[in-house]
Each structure stands twice: as structure tokens, then as C-alpha cells.
């Protein structure tokens, strides 16, 4: 069964079409890669998924729910989570009690007791272990990801929507990274829509790509089909030794 089915869904802000009629779905099991220039509307389709914004036109549905429309914290509670294309912990919070807040805010809180053994689980899975009572303000940048995974983590999704999780990251964090959300999508069963700029590691994890151009869905296949398919090469990727 699809999880996340996006039904052409269309949005403009004042003249710019940002989301041209986009249509796609997340299938059980899968890391999808959505990619495309700055300014193709990644971000925007995120937003539309999670509540963030209403679309103009179209239906987004998530486990058989029609989610169109509805406030982020409900989707989120339906087990659909993200993370952001900056990282936005609660600064002036420890680690402990930033993931104690999304563990709070989900469907089902875990009761009073098994929270203080979940956010320290939670937070030694994403490799945190050690820096529960951090500031997240003292976090560099990769650690400031981690705890944005653990607590996209604590409200327990089904399907989690990265943006730039591989940002700014060096090549060995970005490999530590890779790792990550691998051993989440194998050990808790979450499928990830990721949007990320670094080629060889989306190629490299994805079995399936998105690519998004001027609003709209310009191509999808598997990473080989999307590296030769000369509209994309034109929009996105340009000749194969251009780099970016
Ligand atoms: N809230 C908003 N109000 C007005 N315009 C917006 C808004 N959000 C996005 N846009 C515009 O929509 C277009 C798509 O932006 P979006 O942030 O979705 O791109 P993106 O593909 O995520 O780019 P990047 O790779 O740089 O993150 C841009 O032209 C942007 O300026
Ligand atoms: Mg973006």
C-alpha cells in the first residue's frame, strides 16, 4: 500500500506557481529521494504534505486518511513526521527535554514512567548518548541534526519528511548520517521522503528518485534512469563532470 499518495496538488504564492499539479506516492519500505534546483519547490511540497501550508488545489493523503487541509500537530499525531531544512530544536532546552517535548505531543504519550528510558533509547540511536542535559544551543551542527532525528523519532511516524538532512555536514559526518537514517528505515520501520543536494548519497541510498523543476515533477525512476534522462541533466545535473 502507498503511505503518503499526493494527488495533484497545486500552490501559488501572489504570481509564482511554486507547485505545479504534483502527484506522487511513498511506497511501504522506501527511501525516496526528492530532488531539483533551489527554488523547484521541495521545500514548498513538504510544507503541503505537512500541514504547513493548504494547498490550492489537490488531496494529500497518508495511511488511508485524507490529510489535506488539516493543522501540522494532527499529522504529525497521524504518524507523519519532519525535519528541517534548519535544524529548529528548542535552543534554550537540553537535549533530554527537547525530545521530551515531541514525546509529549504524540497520539499516544508513553506513560510518565518509560519516558526518561525512551528519551535516553531515543537519543543513544541517533548518537547522542552522554549529552542528555546539553544545551541544544551548545550542539554543533551535525549533533543539532541527530537531535532533530530523535525527536522527528518520538512522535513514532510511519514516514518521516527529511529536508537537507546532509547539509553543511562534513564528508564523514555526512557518511555517519547516511548510516542513520539507513539503520532507521531498517530498525523502526520508517519510510523517508529525502530532499538533499549531495548526489552520490542520495543515489546511493535511494531506490527511487523525484525530481522537481519550476513546480513541477519533471521525472521519476530509479537514480540511473534519473541520471540520464536529459531533462533532468538539463534542469538539474548538468553535463556529467560539471559539479555542483
Ligand atoms: N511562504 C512563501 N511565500 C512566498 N513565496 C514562497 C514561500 N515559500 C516558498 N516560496 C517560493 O516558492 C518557490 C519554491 O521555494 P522552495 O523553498 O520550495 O524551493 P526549494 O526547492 O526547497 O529550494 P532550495 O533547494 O533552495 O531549498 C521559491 O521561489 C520561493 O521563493
Ligand atoms: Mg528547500
Known amino acids: 500500500m502507498s503511505l503518503v499518495v499526493v494527488d495533484h496538488v497545486s500552490k501559488s504564492f501572489g504570481g509564482l506557481q511554486a507547485v ?30 505537512a500541514g504547513a501550508i493548504t494547498p490550492d488545489r489537490g488531496r494529500v493523503r497518508f495511511n488511508g486518511l485524507d490529510i489535506t487541509g488539516l493543522p501540522p500537530y494532527r499529522i504529525s499525531r ?70 532533530e532525528l530523535a525527536r522527528a523519532l518520538a512522535t513514532r511516524p510511519r514516514v518521516a519528511l527529511l529536508d537537507e538532512a546532509l547539509g553543511g555536514l562534513s564528508s564523514i559526518e555526512m557518511d555517519q548520517a547516511m548510516g542513520l537514517i539507513r539503520s532507521i528505515r531498517d530498525k523502526r520501520g520508517v519510510n523517508f521522503v529525502w530532499i538533499e543536494h549531495v548526489m552520490g ?11 522537481l523543476n519550476q513546480g513541477m515533477l519533471i521525472c521519476e525512476g530509479t537514480p540511473a534512469d534519473v541520471a540520464r534522462d536529459a531533462r533532468v541533466i538539463e534542469a538539474y545535473l548538468g553535463a556529467p563532470d560539471a559539479g555542483d
Open 78 to 147: 497521524a504518524g507523519l513526521a519532519r525535519t528541517f531544512q534548519v535544524a529548529r530544536p528548542f535552543l534554550g532546552m537540553t537535549c533530554y527535554e527537547n525530545v521530551l517535548v515531541a514525546l509529549i505531543g504524540r497520539a499516544h504519550p508513553a506513560p510518565d514512567s518509560e519516558r526518561p528510558e525512551l528519551i535516553r533509547e531515543l537519543l543513544d540511536f541517533v548518537g547522542l548518548s552522554g549529552k542528555e542535559s546539553f544545551l541544544a544551543s551548545s550542539l554543533n551542527l551535525i549533533d543539532k541534526k541527530r537531535l
Open 201 to 211: 548519497a542520495i543515489m546511493t541510498l535511494c531506490e527511487r528518485l523525484l525530481v
Open 20 to 49: 505545479s499539479d504534483v502527484s506522487f506516492h511513498v511506497n511501504e519500505g522506501e527511501i525516496l529521494g526528492l530532488i531539483g534546483p533551489n527554488g523547484a519547490g521541495k521545500t514548498t511540497l513538504f510544507n503541503l504534505v
